[in-house]
């Protein structure tokens, strides 16, 4: 079964610090979708990505798609306390269900 | 718009006794639904799929006659822990489809249920 794996688990940085997370699959996806998630409330939507070579930005948070449409990448720049929670990729491989990774703790120390 | 809500936010209650979570979306008819449960530190789990109007789909793994699931219109699902225990304790989301025409799901802000 197609799971998507991102990288890394965790991370810690200090205010200002630019961060990346990515989330990788087995498959090529149809669609990926980064959520963002503070623990024990619901997922806050921040991008969706369909196209490969695909590039989107909302304010200092920029996603990638690469072109075989397996990888994609979540960059922050200039983080900020506001940034820290859980940042989830979720993904449509085709079957109209979601799968979901692993989840990437972000902690910005002020 | 595509705005998806859930009530209770959090419920507690004794073991043994069936609780109720409402999914409703609030300004698009959701043809499909979908029901979660994420434990502490972990991510989204899927239990079913349910479809307005049909029975649910069950994940394996998953206890239909424990966790029922009732799609009864296409604006609300309902997802019955029946005969509660503490290990069902966990935070249940709801996800519904059919906004936008394609399968962008949009999710619930979840329900955290606590089994004394």
């Given at each position: 079964?197609?799971?998507l794996?991102?990288?890394?688990?965790?991370?810690?940085?200090?205010?200002?610090?630019?961060?990346?997370?990515n989330c990788t699959s087995?498959?090529t996806l149809y669609g990926l979708y980064w959520y963002?998630?503070?623990?024990?409330?619901?997922?806050?939507?921040l991008m969706m990505l369909q196209k490969g070579?695909e590039?989107k930005?909302?304010?200092?948070?920029?996603a990638k798609l690469d072109?075989?449409k397996q990888q994609s990448s979540l960059?922050?720049?200039?983080?900020?306390?506001?940034?820290?929670?859980?940042?989830l990729c979720g993904a449509d491989p085709?079957?109209?269900?979601y799968i979901f990774g692993?989840?990437?703790?972000?902690?910005?120390?002020? | 718009?595509?705005?998806?809500?859930?009530?209770?936010?959090?419920?507690?209650?004794?073991?043994?006794?069936?609780?109720?979570?409402?999914?409703?979306?609030?300004?698009?008819?959701?043809?499909?639904?979908?029901?979660?449960?994420?434990?502490?530190?972990?991510?989204?789990?899927?239990?079913?799929?349910?479809?307005?109007?049909?029975?649910?789909?069950?994940?394996?793994?998953?206890?239909?006659?424990?966790?029922?699931?009732?799609?009864?219109?296409?604006?609300?699902?309902?997802?019955?822990?029946?005969?509660?225990?503490?290990?069902?304790?966990?935070?249940?989301?709801?996800?519904?489809?059919?906004?936008?025409?394609?399968?962008e799901?949009?999710?619930?802000?979840?329900?955290?249920?606590?089994?004394?």
């Amino acid at each position: 079964s197609q799971e998507l794996e991102q990288s890394p688990q965790s991370l810690i940085v200090q205010e200002g610090k630019n961060l990346t997370i990515n989330c990788t699959s087995s498959k090529t996806l149809y669609g990926l979708y980064w959520y963002k998630q503070k623990y024990g409330e619901g997922l806050i939507f921040l991008m969706m990505l369909q196209k490969g070579g695909e590039e989107k930005s909302h304010e200092k948070i920029t996603a990638k798609l690469d072109e075989k449409k397996q990888q994609s990448s979540l960059h922050i720049t200039a983080s900020q306390p506001s940034h820290a929670g859980i940042y989830l990729c979720g993904a449509d491989p085709g079957t109209y269900k979601y799968i979901f990774g692993t989840g990437t703790r972000l902690k910005v120390l002020a | 718009g595509a705005v998806v809500s859930q009530h209770p936010s959090w419920v507690i209650c004794k073991s043994g006794t069936s609780v109720k979570i409402e999914c409703r979306s609030l300004d698009f008819q959701a043809t499909t639904m979908f029901w979660y449960r994420q434990f502490p530190k972990q991510s989204l789990m899927l239990m079913a799929t349910s479809n307005e109007g049909s029975k649910a789909t069950y994940e394996q793994g998953v206890e239909k006659d424990k966790f029922l699931i009732n799609h009864a219109s296409l604006t609300l699902s309902t997802l019955t822990v029946t005969s509660a225990h503490p290990e069902d304790s966990s935070f249940y989301i709801c996800s519904a489809s059919g906004a936008s025409g394609v399968n962008e799901q949009f999710f619930g802000p979840g329900t955290r249920l606590t089994v004394l």
